[in-house]
């Protein structure tokens, strides 16, 4: 029987690496993305070629629809057609910048949380013992990571303290009482209703709150993707803003490869509304300073054109490193397999290309 993959924001970073994997795992994948990246971004942020590509690549593998996931009866055609036939949802589709959701808070919140409720409601009504994995984030969080006793390097700021957060932060760090920006607000609805029909209507939901996801696919740009468009910025000799902290804020990376393996994972074992936080982890940690530096050693290069603006963005983490330990316990055989020197290195590539 044929096996359908539902995939939003097919043409994005983890959008399309998921179309591929999925293909490769004997699914037929049903795309849907209507480049909202343009909107947010500009041209820099259009997917267009991604999806042409996959078009191209695929052919009667992949169907896609250049749909708005705020469009419950289009996307209602989508789901009726192929109902039963739907085995998993994976739903990357997003307004993805908490400085943009600022610019339009009712676009941001319709799209994450409205959009994210429309394709929940019709896999409980056409397929509901699909996977449905929902791209969350760690902005939902808020601000509260930034209450750690943090020490300041020379290149980061870090925590070292002996406790259960000195590997990463955890699912037990409250989501309340603390200034989340617009996008990490719509991001958590759309969270907490992802666990609620996992929980109530007993569904195959998975909620994914990522650090920093990226690869050599990704389309970053000023508002969203640092590592990517700060590389970019690099290889072209652009000049890059730097917003608050001196540059030492510490995220950490995942390769979008190894995120969708543990989607893979997830699908082949399910659970109900089941939160997990996923990043590249401490090894793939690294800081603006540091993400220069090692730039700059590997194209053999001395650029400095990047300004500081005092004013962090608001909501902003200082440092944020995620622990992967409850994931790895549920699903023991996923790991991270790609390193952060060789995420770096592919998209170096990329941009050199």
């Given amino acids: ?32 993305d209507n480049n909202m990246r343009k909107y947010f971004f500009g041209e820099q942020g259009s997917t267009e070629e991604s999806k042409n590509k996959l078009i191209k690549l695929f052919e009667d593998k992949y169907i896609h629809f250049n749909t708005d996931i705020r469009n419950y009866d289009e996307l209602l055609e989508i789901f009726s057609k192929f109902s039963s036939k739907i085995k998993i949802i994976i739903h990357t589709a997003a307004q993805p910048s908490h400085d943009w959701a600022s610019k339009e808070p009712v676009t941001d919140f319709t799209i994450n949380a409205n959009g994210t409720l429309n394709l929940l409601e019709l896999t409980r ?15 939902v969080y808020g601000d509260t990571p930034n209450n750690l006793k943090l020490i300041e390097t020379e290149t980061r700021y870090e925590y070292f303290e002996n406790d259960s957060l000195s590997k990463g932060i955890n699912e037990n760090m409250t989501i309340d009482r603390s200034k989340h920006s617009l996008f990490g607000v719509s991001k958590l609805s759309a969270d907490v209703m992802c666990q609620e029909y ?37 290889v072209n000799d652009d000049t890059y803003k730097i917003y608050g902290y001196k540059g030492k804020q510490v995220r950490d990376n ?12 997830f699908h082949l074992n399910p659970k109900k509304g089941e939160v997990y ?77």
């Avoid at 013992?129 to 984030?137: C, E, R």
């Fill in 1 to 32: 029987m044929e096996k359908i993959a539902i995939i939003t924001g097919s043409s994005g970073l983890i959008g399309s690496e998921s179309v591929k994997f999925f293909i490769e795992k004997g699914f037929n994948v049903v795309g849907i």
């Fill in 254 to 265: 995942i390769h979008s490869l190894d995120l969708v393996k543990a989607f893979w994972f």
């Fill in 198 to 234: 996992g929980k109530y209507f007993g569904m195959n939901v998975g909620i994914f709150r990522g650090g920093c996801l990226t690869g050599p696919n990704h389309s970053g740009t000023e508002l969203h993707g640092f590592l990517s468009y700060l590389i970019k910025c690099i």
């Fill in 125 to 139: 009504k056409y397929c509901k013992d699909a996977t449905f994995i929902f791209t969350s984030t760690n902005k």
């Fill in 277 to 353: 936080n996923i990043g590249g982890g401490r090894e793939n940690s690294i800081s603006i300073i540091e993400t220069i530096n090692l730039v700059n050693k590997l194209l053999d290069k001395n650029w400095d054109k990047f300004i500081f603006d005092k004013n962090n963005r608001i909501g902003d983490h200082i440092w944020y490193i995620t622990d992967n330990k409850k994931f790895i316990s549920d699903f023991p055989l996923w790991k991270i397999e790609i390193s952060l020197d060789e995420t770096i290195k592919q998209i170096i590539k990329t941009h050199k290309n």
